[in-house]
C-alpha cells in the first residue's frame, strides 16, 4: 500500500522562527520519489522538491532543507527564519516507480505571524 | 508560474447541471493529470492522459469524464452535478506518462473553482 501521513494538521509560529514539517511515507517499492508542494492562500499548487530514494543526501535551498531518511520512512521539512509569506499549506507526495499517480498527504496548514 | 492553464478560474452551477473545465499542458508535456481538491477528502488523483490515451484512473466518478486532444489540451467533464462536486479541480502536466524508468515532477494550474448550489 502506498501512503503519506502529515500529522500536523497546522502550525502556528512566529516570524523568523524555525519550523519543521513532518511526512512519513509508506510504500513496498525499493525505487520511488518523494516531492514537496506548498500551496499558498491564492490556491495554486507550487513545485518545491524531488528527491529519489536513493539519493539520501539532505538538501538545502536558501531557507528551505529536506531531510531524507529511508530508516525511518520519513521526508521532513524545515523552513529557516520563517517569513509572512511561507504561511500556506504544505503537502508532502509520494510517486511510485515508473508510475505517475501521485499519492498526496492530507497537508499542514503554516501560519507564520508577523 | 507552472505554465499549466485552466479555465475557467471560476465556476458556479446549479446541481443537476453539466460543466467542461479545460486544461493546457506546459510546453513539450505529453501527460495531463486531473485532481479533485475537497475539504473533506483532500487532493484526490482523478485520471490521467499521455499523448491522448488513458492512462491511468483514480477514483473517477463515472459521472465524470476527460479526454486529451490532439493538440494535448484536456476537458474534464462533470455530469448531473451534486452539492458534493463543489471542490477545485486541479489539472498537472508532465513530460511523460510512465516508463523511461522515472517518475516525472507534475506541475499544477492555478486550479478551477467548482461551485453547485
Known amino acids: 500500500a502506498q501512503k503519506v501521513t502529515q500529522a500536523q494538521t497546522e502550525i502556528s509560529v512566529v516570524e523568523k522562527e524555525d519550523v519543521t514539517l513532518d511526512c512519513v511515507y509508506e510504500?513496498?517499492?525499493?525505487?520511488?520519489?518523494l516531492f514537496w508542494y506548498k500551496q499558498p492562500p491564492s490556491g495554486e499548487l507550487v513545485f518545491l522538491i524531488r528527491r529519489n530514494s536513493f539519493d539520501e543526501q539532505n538538501e538545502i535551498s536558501g531557507r528551505y532543507s529536506w531531510n531524507f531518511q529511508k530508516s525511518t520512512s520519513s521526508f521532513n521539512f524545515t523552513i529557516t527564519a520563517s517569513q509572512v509569506v511561507d504561511s500556506a499549506v504544505y503537502f508532502c507526495?509520494?510517486?511510485?516507480?515508473?508510475?505517475?499517480?501521485?499519492?498526496f498527504g492530507s497537508g499542514t496548514k503554516l501560519n507564520v505571524k508577523p | 508560474d507552472s505554465g499549466v492553464t485552466q479555465t475557467p478560474k471560476h465556476l458556479i452551477t446549479a446541481t443537476g447541471q453539466r460543466v467542461t473545465l479545460r486544461c493546457s499542458p506546459r510546453s513539450g508535456d505529453l501527460s495531463v493529470y486531473w485532481y479533485q481538491q475537497s475539504l473533506d477528502q483532500g487532493l484526490q488523483f482523478l485520471i490521467q492522459y499521455y499523448n491522448g490515451e488513458e492512462r491511468a484512473k483514480g477514483n473517477i466518478l463515472e459521472r465524470f469524464s476527460a479526454q486529451q486532444f490532439p493538440d494535448l489540451h484536456s476537458e474534464l467533464n462533470l455530469s448531473s452535478l451534486e452539492l458534493g462536486d463543489s471542490a477545485l479541480y486541479f489539472c498537472a502536466s508532465s513530460v511523460r506518462g510512465s516508463g523511461g524508468g522515472a517518475t516525472d515532477t507534475q506541475y499544477f494550474g492555478p486550479g478551477t473553482r467548482l461551485t453547485v448550489l
Open positions: 507526495a509520494l510517486g511510485p516507480y515508473n508510475f505517475n499517480k501521485f499519492y
Open positions: 510504500t513496498r517499492d525499493t525505487t520511488y520519489y
